[in-house]
């Protein structure tokens, strides 16, 4: 998806990386560690937890890390996906009531514009482990178009009515 935004683009990385103030299905994002990186971009580690879509279910869990920097042409890249305990990584134990799901390569291109703004392009992929919710549920958790309108499109939706307008196209 791509989306137009009227703000700088280190202000719009800010907003998309603070995914409870306009997802409202993400419960917190916890940043575990910071480090830079010697090109002056971040590293995170983080823990985010998500509410269940019903009752029916429990939560989400991830386990992530989240790269940011910045490009030549003035761009900004917000990569993101789960650690897992088979890459010898730092690991993030299991916590009661929710399922470990997984966030696979997913991210941001933020691109300033000619006379202000940005063009933000937006990819989401997610794995939210449907196979552990009762299967009337599925759908909920399996979905592309789902997942889509929760948490693509929020960004846009985010941004029009907390800042300035924005477009999108899919």
């Not at 789960?82 to 799901?101: D, K, T, Y």
């Not at 991210?107 to 202000?116: K, M, V």
């Amino acid at each position: 998806m791509v989306a137009l935004a009227w703000q700088h683009e280190l202000a719009v990385a800010e907003i998309l990386k603070d995914r409870p103030s306009w997802y409202r299905d993400c419960r917190a994002v916890d940043v575990v560690n910071l480090l830079p990186t010697t090109n002056g971009g971040t590293i995170e580690l983080l823990y985010m937890q998500l509410y269940a879509p019903t009752t029916l279910a429990t939560g989400r869990d991830f386990w992530l890390l989240r790269y940011t920097s910045a490009t030549e042409d003035g761009s900004l890249v917000v990569c993101e996906r789960s650690l897992n305990n088979f890459q010898n990584g730092p690991n993030m134990p299991s916590v009661e009531n929710f399922v470990r799901a997984e966030m696979l390569p997913s991210g941001y291109l933020i691109r300033p514009c000619e006379g202000g703004g940005s063009i933000i392009y937006i990819v989401d992929h997610m794995n939210l482990e449907a196979s552990s919710v009762p299967e009337v549920l599925r759908p909920l958790y399996e979905s592309s178009a789902v997942l889509a309108q929760k948490t693509t499109m929020m960004v846009p939706l985010y941004s029009l009515l907390a800042y300035n307008p924005v477009y999108y196209t899919d």
